[in-house]
């Protein structure tokens, strides 16, 4: 089956405890992103990846990291998690850059 | 700076009726419009539109885009309860960022 997974699916931390939220995808696609969305805001974009070791920042990208050593996978890594960054977070990839397939979400709160 | 914006933020309609979700765009390098369906999870696909005029139509949903206002709507006829969501408009600029609007919650009761 077509899709993108992400995990953990929920998660509750710390401030300052680094923690990285996993997305894969089994479709092939070269554009994979991630996103995170709070209430009244929308998706905003945090970073995307058009290919393997290539990334770039999206709108929100401060106190995030990604990496993109093989094609399927986009981890997402917090180095320094803050309250402020308690969100639903969500993985996309598409072949192009249009028509995205998205993840189940990842809640994530840090006390 | 780069914006959607989506209007009205929400509303409520009784089953049958047509709504209008609208969804205006200021960006840099416009590429392609979006339109996404989110019901308590991944938001799901329903349009892109690239050229102006063009009715993209699916079942009981349309849209289309105008390019010079430079505004889009998405038509829904006879509404369902199962219609029932946030509607998400997104823009793609060329460059390959993407940038959402705040979306409409629309509630259809029975």
């Known amino acids: 089956e077509a ?5 953990p699916r929920y998660l509750i931390t710390v401030t300052g405890k680094k923690l990285t939220v996993t997305c894969s995808q089994n479709m092939n696609h070269e554009y994979m992103s991630w996103y995170r969305q709070d209430p009244g ?3 905003r974009q ?5 290919n393997v070791e290539v990334t770039d920042k999206g709108d929100v990208p401060e106190g995030y990291k ?7 996978n986009f981890p997402l890594i ?3 998690p803050s309250p402020n960054q308690t969100s639903l977070y969500f993985c996309a990839s598409s ?10 979400g990842t809640r994530l709160t840090v006390l | 700076e780069d914006k959607v914006v989506q209007s009205p933020l929400s509303l409520v ?3 049958g009726d047509t709504v209008t979700l609208n969804c205006s765009y200021e960006v840099t390098n416009f590429r392609s419009l979006l339109w996404y369906k989110q019901e308590k999870k991944a938001p799901t696909f329903l349009f892109m539109l690239t050229s102006s005029g063009i009715e ?5 949903l349309s849209s289309i885009l105008d390019k010079k206002e430079l505004f889009s709507i998405l038509n829904i006829t006879a509404t369902q309860t199962g219609d029932s969501a946030v509607y998400l408009c997104a823009v793609m600029e060329y460059g390959n960022k993407l940038v959402f609007g705040a979306g409409t919650i629309l509630r259809v009761k029975s």
């Open chain 1, 41 to 43: 805001l929308g998706l």
């Open chain 1, 3 to 7: 899709q993108v997974t992400q995990n």
């Open chain 2, 13 to 15: 309609v009784h089953e």
């Open chain 1, 95 to 104: 072949f192009s850059t249009d028509t995205q397939y998205f993840g189940p």
């Open chain 1, 46 to 50: 945090i970073y995307y990846s058009m």
């Open chain 1, 66 to 72: 990604v990496s993109r050593k093989e094609k399927r």
């Open chain 1, 78 to 80: 917090l180095e320094s």
């Open chain 2, 56 to 60: 993209k139509k699916s079942g009981r």
